[in-house]
Structures are given as C-alpha cells and as structure tokens.
C-alpha cells in the first residue's frame, strides 16, 4: 500500500551528481508511513523502486528488499493502470490510483519536480530551511547531495516517505 506513495517519491537525485534529466530512469530505496486515523490502522512500507519516464507518461516497479517485483504502474495521458500478482486494475489517473492504494491521494504531477530537488512549477512554493514548501508538503532537501529526499504532509492523516536513489 504505501510502498506506491514511497515509490512515487522515490526520483531523488544521486550522490554527487546534478539531478538527472526528466526522462531518466531512478531507482533505489524507499520507505513510507502513513499515520493512524479514527478509522484506518498507521501503515508502513519499504522496498525497492525503478521509476522511468514522465509525469505524462511513465513506469513504476516495486520490489521486495529481495528483488521480486511486487506491483508494477503504468500511466499514460488521463489513464492510469496498476498490475500486480492479482490482476491489472485500470484508474483515470495517478492520483486516484494512489487516493486507491495508499488512501491518500498524492500529487503526483510535482512528485517528479520534488524528486529532482525542485518545487514544480504548477503552483507557488515558499524555501523553508533545507529545502521548500508546496501543496501542504514539507520536502526536505538537506541531504539531497547524498541522494536523500524525505517529503513530509502534516495534514492528518500525516504521512511521510524518505527516498534514497542509487547512484547511476
């Protein structure tokens, strides 16, 4: 379940290195928590992710910490499809099918700006010490020249996903 909204996050850019064209294909590490509410239980996550494409049109594996591939998301234009050893299930977009897995919906239009040390620019940002705000999402960039990205909503329920890209 979180792993997805992990997954999503997951773009950061690499040790030593400039962030990598919008295209590039990232992988690495990632773990997400999603905290309780009245009526769901606290979630937590972790894994390995390969992330390729845009937010246009992309590809999502997520992996067990062995490397068998769990769940794989797709997306193209306004459509949105998740395959996993159940079945492919088809969304209208990402943000439903993350609103559909993680019981949160998360933006994922600015999830690739945020990944690459950037605010997207479809809305306003304020820098904030070690990094920015935008969207009611605190993205820490302070050990971004490391690899890291943690991404933080404080709006219940709180959830939080830390990133770690491998170097390429």
Not at 45 to 70: D, H, I, R, W, Y
Not at 125 to 152: C, H, K, N, P
Request: with cysteine.
């Amino acid at each position: 379940m979180g792993l997805l909204a992990g997954s999503l996050l997951a773009g950061c850019a690499t040790v030593g290195q400039k962030a990598p064209p919008d295209s590039a294909t990232l992988s690495g590490k990632l773990s997400v928590r999603v905290d309780a509410t009245a009526t769901t239980p606290s979630r937590s996550e972790s894994g390995s992710f390969e992330l390729k494409g845009t937010p246009e049109a992309g590809q999502l594996n997520l992996s067990t910490p062995l490397g068998t591939v769990m769940a794989q998301a797709r997306w193209a234009g306004n459509r949105a499809w998740l395959a996993t050893s159940q079945g492919e299930t088809a969304y209208p977009d990402l943000d439903t099918l993350t609103q559909e897995m993680l019981g949160e919906s998360l933006p994922v239009a600015a999830l690739f700006d945020w990944l690459r040390g950037r605010p997207w620019p479809g809305t306003a940002s304020r820098a904030v010490e070690g990094g920015f705000e935008q969207l009611g999402w605190t993205i820490d960039l302070a050990r971004f020249g490391e690899g890291w990205v943690a991404a933080r909503r404080a709006q219940a329920p709180a959830v939080l996903v830390r990133a770690k890209v491998d170097p390429s």
